[in-house]
C-alpha cells in the first residue's frame, strides 16, 4: 500500500492525558497537511508543513497542539493534556504540490476519543 | 476568508435515477475546487478536480463537476447512481493558501 498511513487508527484516553499521532505521507510527497473532523462536519484544516517547515497554522490549533516534520518525511501531532472537545477523527494528507497546483491525498485518519 | 456551502444534508434516490449535489463557495480570487467521496468504512477519496480550462470536469466513476464561476458554483452530477454510490461527498475549495476549505457533506443514499 504507497498511500498515506496513520498510527494508531483509534486512541481513546482520559481527560488531561497527552497524546501523539503519526502520519506517513505517500513517498516523495513534500507537502503534508493535518486536519480534523468531527460528526456531521466536513475536515477542517490544523496546519500545513512544506518539506520540514512548518508554514501555516489555524487558529483550530490551540497551544496544547503541537506538529512536527523533522526530517520532511513522517509527521507527529501530539496534544497536551487532552479536554473532551479534542475527541474527533484526526486526518493527514500529502501532496506533491507545485506552485499552487495541490491535490491532496488523504489517509485513514487516527480517531480520538477522550474520556 | 473563503467558505464552502453544501445544501443538501442527505439525499436519498432510488437506483438509475439522476443525481446533483450543489456546492457553493465564497472566495474572491482564483480558486481549485475538489469533490471527495467517503465510502462507509473508508477514507477520503478525490473523485474530481478543477484547476483551470475547461469548466466541465469529468471524475472517477462517472461523475462530473461544472464550475460556473458567475453563480460560485462547483456541482456534482451523475446520469444514473447506483447502490456502491452510498458515501458521503464533500466539495472543497483551495485558494491563495494551500489548505483545502470543506463543506459540512452530503450523505447520499441509493436505495437498491
Known amino acids: 500500500d504507497t498511500g498515506v498511513s496513520q498510527n494508531p487508527r483509534h486512541k481513546i484516553t482520559k481527560r488531561g492525558q497527552n497524546v501523539t499521532f503519526r502520519c506517513d505521507p505517500i513517498?516523495?510527497?513534500?507537502?503534508l497537511y493535518w486536519y480534523r473532523q468531527t460528526l456531521g462536519q466536513g475536515p477542517e484544516f490544523l496546519t500545513y508543513?512544506?518539506?520540514?517547515?512548518?508554514?501555516?497554522k489555524s487558529r483550530l490549533l490551540s497551544d496544547r497542539f503541537s506538529a512536527e516534520r523533522p526530517k520532511g518525511s513522517f509527521s507527529t501531532l501530539e496534544i497536551q493534556r487532552t479536554e473532551q472537545g479534542d475527541s474527533a477523527m484526526y486526518l493527514c494528507?500529502?501532496?506533491?504540490?507545485?506552485?499552487?497546483?495541490?491535490?491532496?491525498?488523504f489517509g485513514p485518519g487516527t480517531r480520538l476519543t477522550v474520556l | 476568508a473563503q467558505s464552502v456551502s453544501q445544501h443538501n444534508h442527505h439525499v436519498i434516490l432510488s437506483e438509475a435515477a439522476s443525481l446533483e449535489l450543489g456546492c457553493n463557495y465564497s472566495?474572491?480570487?482564483?480558486?481549485?475546487l475538489f469533490w471527495y467521496v467517503q465510502y462507509p468504512g473508508q477514507h477520503l477519496q478525490l473523485l474530481l478536480k478543477y484547476f483551470s480550462g475547461d469548466p466541465l470536469v469529468k471524475g472517477i466513476k462517472g461523475f462530473e463537476a461544472e464550475f460556473i464561476k458567475s453563480k460560485f458554483s462547483f456541482n456534482l452530477r451523475k446520469p444514473s447512481v447506483q447502490w456502491s454510490d452510498t458515501a458521503e461527498y464533500f466539495c472543497?475549495?483551495?485558494?491563495?493558501?494551500?489548505?483545502?476549505?470543506f463543506g459540512s457533506g452530503t450523505q447520499l443514499t441509493v436505495l437498491p
Open positions: 472543497a475549495v483551495a485558494g491563495s493558501a494551500r489548505q483545502l476549505t
Open positions: 472566495y474572491g480570487g482564483t480558486v481549485n
Open positions: 508543513f512544506q518539506n520540514e517547515a512548518q508554514l501555516e
Open positions: 494528507a500529502s501532496s506533491l504540490g507545485t506552485g499552487s497546483v495541490d491535490t491532496q491525498y
Open positions: 513517498s516523495e510527497h513534500n507537502r
